[in-house]
């Protein structure tokens, strides 16, 4: 079975001149419960992978240099 | 061909699988009654954050605390609102140990309002009783119950999920297949005795915005749970009894009974007028805001907006800071503000849930499921409307009887092929090339759910939906996950095709309508206790077939006054507004 690549537009939004992934930091991809976060290789920094979200907000309130914000995903909004 | 040497086992006493509410307080009781005995904590997100309670809760829904309620009134409450089937001694249990479960987390620091004497600030929002207790400080609870963890030494795995439960000879529990879901590393965790606590079933029914992950539930509970437990040969119960909640039209946060309900706040019809007489979560009260929707009187509204500017301040603190905080975020875009106008809401996805309805893995009042060495607790356990505290106090109760069986028993010997060939169907979606994904398979599993098995049930389309999803199982092995991550998605809607079959299995077998819209059957429309006054359990026979057959409602412990049986049954608003 064939398969094509689709886009989405994703509910979080980091903040790449914010983000410390690249001193190390985790935080938001750690307590993410439905592990959607991971690091953009590009980038080196967080952001978000997989539209699959549940707004629930711990990325957003545990990351130490405020650069996740949480959009509801626009399906809802 | 893998051998079992390639596989990495892990040895322990007492496992516990899902460290949400239930799970940590499994794994911190098992430890503090057996500080010797090793403890492990497995868990599919991260427990720092995981389950229901990863950003706190608003309150306790059902505290019962001496001097505003006592157990067997809240006992008799339960069973009134479960229309008479539940496993009385099981609530009973859970109220008795209520309070103690209430002083023991207000001793760790988990904050409860209180009144200017000092007391428990508890709210009637039920029927009957009084049984609310508000936590306006409610985000704290995960990193206490973390702290709690660290401190009892259990060892905490994070990024596993189970998948499926290993047993011995004689057929009690001994442990676990887990997958890594950041590298697809299968492993085996061999344990004396094992605790669920993997949460509700939240993705069964589709939301009605159409996101795989707007659920009610948290979506990392998908029912791998009631999946493990049917294929090892546990009972499930009353999964015709869904779980069906009020919500906001297109977000997934409880708005009414136990926030805004004691602060004056209710819900309306489109005219603003009241038409149910308690708000508190029940079958009944679920189809009278079914009856309203579909009426010339819908759609159902939240209003607040007769409320003072104090109160209504008050509600968003609690509601937008809380275990929802993202609530004022979604008002925000859509230009809602409680002061101004009615909030639009709806009636959620089904799902399975003994947190807010009954349906669930059975288990009794010492936590056994019906498979020796297996327990079970919080969402995913047959306890009724145990909410919370429920969980808490479930999970103490496991978490102590899985140890005491873990010290009277060696560690069990492995089933080597069962093992490999579980390891490699779990991996098959990342060896293809192409194929279906698992979020499209999902999706139209979902759908169908919504088009058939969701209430009104009628027997016809039951039949259709049963086929449908019948045969979406020979679509499996087209499963095709690109990466770790989507691999753990594949086995999960694996999981969710399991629950989606139980639920029509279950609510066929059931003929006849009970707690409201939960079991509303349209070709049964009657109660009937003479033939249903009982619970209906679901099994793997042997044959490998999914059976259904019936359970005694044990004799009660606490009898009902004739008049309060029907409490619950008048539920509309009688008056002509
Ligand atoms: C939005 C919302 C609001 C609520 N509000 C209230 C309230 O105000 N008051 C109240 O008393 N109750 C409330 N409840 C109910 C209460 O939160 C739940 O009943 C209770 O937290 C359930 O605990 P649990 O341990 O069963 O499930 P959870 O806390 O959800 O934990 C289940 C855990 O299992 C993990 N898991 C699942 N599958 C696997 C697997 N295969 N392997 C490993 N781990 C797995 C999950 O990641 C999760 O961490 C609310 C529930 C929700 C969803
Ligand atoms: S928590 Fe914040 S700083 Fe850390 S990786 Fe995530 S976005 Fe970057
Ligand atoms: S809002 Fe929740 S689910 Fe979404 S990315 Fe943040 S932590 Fe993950």
Request: charged fraction near 25%.
């Amino acid at each position: 079975m064939p398969t094509a690549n689709q886009i989405t537009t994703v509910p979080v939004v980091v903040d790449n001149d914010k983000c410390i992934a690249d001193k190390g930091c985790r935080t938001c991809i750690d307590v993410c419960p439905l592990d959607v976060l991971w690091i953009d290789e590009k980038t080196g920094k967080a952001h978000m992978r997989y539209d699959e979200c549940w707004y629930c907000m711990p990325c957003e309130a545990d990351c130490p240099t405020d650069a996740v914000t949480v959009n509801i995903p626009y399906l809802l909004r | 061909m893998t051998q079992l040497s390639d596989i990495k086992i892990k040895d322990i006493d007492v496992l516990v699988i899902g460290g949400g509410t239930a799970g940590p307080m499994a794994a911190i009781s098992a430890k503090e009654k057996d500080p010797n005995a090793s403890v492990m904590l497995l868990e599919k997100a991260n427990v720092k954050r995981s389950g229901a309670i990863s950003m706190g809760m608003d309150g306790l829904n059902n505290a019962v605390i001496p001097g505003h309620a006592t157990p067997e009134q809240y006992t008799k409450e339960i069973t009134i609102a479960n229309d008479g089937i539940v496993l009385q001694k099981g609530v009973l249990e859970y109220a008795e140990r209520s309070f103690g479960m209430i002083q023991k987390l207000d001793n760790w620091g988990v904050y409860f309002q209180k009144d200017e004497t000092g007391e428990y600030d508890v709210k009637k929002v039920h029927h009957l009783g009084t049984y609310v207790l508000p936590m306006p400080e409610g985000h704290n609870i995960k990193k206490i119950l973390y702290r709690r963890l660290r401190r009892n030494r259990v060892v905490v795995e994070n990024r596993y999920q189970a998948i499926r439960l290993l047993k011995d000879d004689d057929g009690a529990v001994s442990g676990c297949i887990a997958l890594a879901t950041r590298d697809a590393e299968v492993i085996v965790i061999r344990a004396k005795a094992v605790v669920l606590c993997t949460g509700a079933a939240g993705r069964i029914g589709l939301p009605a915005s159409g996101y795989l992950y707007g659920t009610y539930e948290n979506p990392t509970n998908c029912g791998d749970g009631h999946s493990m437990a049917y294929h090892v040969g546990a009972e499930l119960s009353g999964l015709e009894c869904y779980q069906i909640n009020p919500l906001l039209k297109d977000y997934n946060g409880p708005a009414c009974a136990y926030v805004t309900g004691p602060l004056g706040g209710y819900t309306a019809n489109a005219n603003g007028d009241r038409f149910i007489e308690c708000d508190y979560w029940s079958g009944q009260m679920m189809m009278e805001f079914y009856n309203e929707l579909q009426s010339g009187n819908g759609p159902v509204f939240l209003k607040l907006d007769h409320l003072a500017e104090e109160t209504i301040e008050e509600i968003e603190q609690v509601l937008h800071t809380n275990e929802r905080p993202s609530r004022g975020r979604f008002h925000d875009g859509r230009g809602n503000n409680y002061r101004t106008k009615m909030v639009e809401m709806h009636i959620s996805e089904i799902g399975f849930c003994a947190g807010h309805s009954a349906s669930g893995v059975w288990v009794n009042e010492k936590g056994e499921t019906t498979v020796s060495g297996l327990y079970g607790a919080g969402d995913m356990a047959s306890i009724p409307h145990s909410y919370m505290l429920g969980a808490f106090v479930y999970g103490e109760i496991c978490g102590q009887n899985a140890v005491e069986f873990a010290k009277n028993r060696s560690l069990p010997a492995l089933d080597d092929s069962f093992i490999l060939s579980q390891k490699e169907r779990i991996l098959a979606p990342l060896q293809r090339e192409d194929g279906i994904p698992p979020h499209q398979f999902e999706y139209k599993l979902r759908r169908l759910v919504n088009d058939y098995l969701q209430p009104p049930k009628i027997t016809k389309k039951m039949d259709i939906g049963l086929q449908r999803l019948k045969d979406m199982e020979r679509d499996i092995e087209f499963l095709y996950a690109r990466d770790p991550h989507e691999l753990l998605r594949a086995n999960e809607a694996q999981h969710v095709l399991d629950c989606a079959l139980m639920a029509a299995q279950a609510s066929m077998y059931r003929q006849e309508s009970r707690w409201g819209l939960y079991h509303h059957f349209v070709d049964h429309p009657e109660t009937n206790n003479e033939d249903w006054f009982c619970h209906v359990q679901l099994y793997k026979d042997d044959n490998d077939q999914m059976a259904c057959k019936k359970r005694p409602v044990d004799p009660y412990v606490i009898e009902l006054d004739e008049e309060e049986k029907t409490a619950y049954q008048k539920m509309r608003i009688q008056k002509v507004s």
